[in-house]
């Protein structure tokens, strides 16, 4: 019983040495850093640069560029290569996580294949093909627009995986314009795409439109959700024909978030409305852990055009 | 008067209700004295009751007398004033006028202590048993500022202190009893060593009830409860002048059924230690001076894992905490001329947490919620009594306190939950809550005292009316969710109060008005859908424009018994 005191009091006692201590070593740092005026270093370009120094000794040394400086995969993981012949250039597809049917971030590196040096500038097509035993098709991507990767050195392409790897073989199929060489040539890459635990994709038949469209809507997570209020982004698209996917703009939605084992919503969600190609975003609150199902409701000019489709999402 | 005790000896229960008269002051002068008196009496033999009505019948107000290991809910029950919520079979919140909660300050010897159940099951007052107690201080009036701000009154529970004796001396006492109708086993005891410069007091209770039995001998399910209680006081003298006092109690109360409900009280755990210096004379002008430092913790579960499978629809946990630090300083001055001044500084700070976790039926993932997320409160006050006697007739009693507090929450967790209800969590709430009040004691003929008190005070919110989350409360079926941003409550309130003392026929009768701004009360939301399996819907917390509560009584204690009439009117001003 006393225990619990003790270790209360432990516990501030440790944090009030560990501010100490600090506060102790910031003093001496400060007094170091004020009695060695002298000299050192002064380009701050250079590696060794001294902001200490008041006269340059000449001292400076700069670091070789490294080729994969210029590039930045922390956090991502490798999920599959290939070259593009006659770009000559190799072709790495990465992403947070393995792919998954849903709206999957995927993030593409571009190496030269003879000498592994990141290549700069660049156009990269992504086209994504499922080959089923009877047919073939693609599904909704997103491809990065412009010539120069992001600040990471890598380009930004999305894919709305409608099925998993079970059903057939998913392939990326990456066309690259080499800007360095002025040469293009493409990659075939095989990816797996697994099943969610969550539910992260629906579907429907829009029988309003003119030719029974099949719309396909996403729950699109940059991030993990957390507890609390959180943005909602859902994007919607239909199948043209087997190879286009496009995004549709014009449904209104609403979304109602609910825990199914407890039978209960969440107060101060905001729906989603359309920002640009088919992303509609929103708020959502999710006011515990577990596991949340929300509810989407399509309309189209006033009328409910889809009401059955919902995503699950455990916390 | 002197009643007999089991075991011969004595012990003192004194109900005070601060609104006595300026020539008779019983209770102040008690509180003063007592200390010396006890110097020169081993230990006082039956039981002495101060009240505002000294006449009283001791008998009624005193279930000891009849019963050694009487329950606490059975000593606060024979007080007229206060008002027992009953959620089990063990454990009631304590009401003064039908306000509780934040609206009424509750401490043991000064020391503030916050229970660690979201849904009230653990006040403070069930953490002390009648062993341990040596009084009950109610203040329903005005004159409860010296206690926390408030705007209902106070309630004040002292314990047992060891007593001096001339020469090493010992004392000890056993009691036991046995309930019929639940097999309730209870066992209490204490033990008082004692010499001139040291003593000791160590007391303490066991209690094991099984099911209660109705009348026809049916069993109440989940009536059960256990309860163990240890309290040690050490005393010394250090010179002439000061004594110092180390006391520390530990209070454990496991397997308590409540039959309403579909859990129970695993655990409820306090731990409860402070020091305190206590000078007499040591000032030049300051009769008595007060200098304490105390820590409480308390642990509170509430699960269903007496239950079976069938009973319920899903199986929870709800664990809480509830850490209090604080210190006060209290200095009584010497009269001048007719004023008699206490001034007090204080301060606590206070750490609540409370989860809940919910378990899938269907084995899904768990749920799991903060219900109070890490709530941290810092409280600094000031106060003052001054008590002047105007004449042997007229006295005027005059309080004021000025609190500072801050509010705010240090959990990330609870944070993202507050951003659902449009709070980053980072905020930091300032109040000043502060109390002002005047009461007149007028002796009018040879058996009447009239009795007018005004008063103006603001409390600070509670934790749950600030950061609550989905508190389910029973009684409407509502959850409950705070406001972080609530304001404080205000009470401007005024009470008459006449009673007649004579031989034979004693009566009080009191009007009491009590005007509440800014009142705090849960709104229904119909938007929102309720957490709770089965509940009716969401309750947000907020402030109403006004609220008043009317309220009569008329304490007639006749033969041996008392009745009491409260008429309340409350209507919220929507």
Known sequence: MIDTFLKQNIMTKKKLINWTLLLFMSIGLTTLNSSCKKEGCTDTTAANFDSGA??????????????????????LKEIAKGYAIGAGAEIKVYAKEDLFTG????????????????????????????????????????????????????????????????????ELNVEYHNHTINKMGSAKIPVTVTQTTNRLMDSFIDSSSANNDRVFITYVLPEKPQ??????????????????????????????????TMGHGSPNNVNPVHMAKGHYKGKVNYTMTGLWKIDVVLSRNGKVVSRNNYFEYTL | MNLKISGGVGLVLTLSFFSLFGQNSDSTSADTNFLFLQLETIELEGVKIISDSERTNAQIFNPIANNSTANMDEVLERIPQIQLVKRGSFAYEPQINSLSGGQISVSIDGMRIFGACTDKMDPSTSYIEPINLEKVEVSCHSNSSLDGSNVGGSLNLSTRKATFTNKFDWKGELNSTLNTNSLGRNFSGGLNLSSKKLALKVNGAIRKHDNYRAGGGEEVKYTQYEKQNFAFNFRARLGNKWIFDADYLYDLASDVGYAALPMDVAVAKTNLGSASFTGYDVIKGVEKIKIKAYVNQVYHQMDDSKRPDEEIDMRMDMPGWSNTYGGFASFKLKTIKKHNIELKADYYYNFRRAEMIMYDPDGGPDMFMLTWPDVVRNALGIAGVDKVEINTKNSVILSGRLDWTTTGIEDDFGKRQLTGFGYTGDEVYVHFPYSISTTWNRLVGKHYQLRWSVASSSRVPTTSEMYGYFLFNKEDGYDYIGKPDIKTEKSIRSSLELKRKANKVDWTTSVGYNRLLDYIYGVPDKGSSAMTIGGKGVKYYDNLPWAQILNFSLHAPLLHRVW??????LKSGI
């Not at chain 1, 040394?61 to 922390?74: I, K, R």
């Not at chain 1, 997103?142 to 990471?152: A, F, R, T, V």
């Not at chain 1, 943005?231 to 449904?251: G, L, N």
């Not at chain 2, 009491?564 to 009117?569: A, D, E, F, G, R």
Request: with cysteine; hydrophobic share 35%; net charge negative.
């Open chain 1, 103 to 170: 709206y999957n971030f995927l993030y593409i590196l571009t190496l030269d294949s003879a000498t592994g040096n990141f290549l700069g500038e660049g156009q990269v097509t992504v086209s994504p093909l499922m080959e089923m035993p009877m047919h073939k098709h693609s599904c909704p991507i997103e491809n990065w627009e412009s010539d120069k990767p992001n600040s990471n050195g890598l380009y930004e392409n999305q894919v709305l995986f409608v099925m998993p790897s079970s059903a057939g073989n998913w």
């Open chain 2, 564 to 569: 009491v009439l409260n008429i309340i009117h």
């Open chain 1, 227 to 260: 507890v609390g209020l959180n943005d909602i982004e859902i994007a919607v698209y239909y199948k043209k024909d087997m190879m286009m996917w496009p995004a549709r703009e014009d449904f209104t939605m609403e979304i109602e978030p609910t825990m199914p």
């Open chain 1, 54 to 75: 008041k006269k340059d000794n000449g001292s400076c040394t700069y670091a070789t560029p490294d080729p994969t400086a210029a590039y930045d995969v922390t956090g």
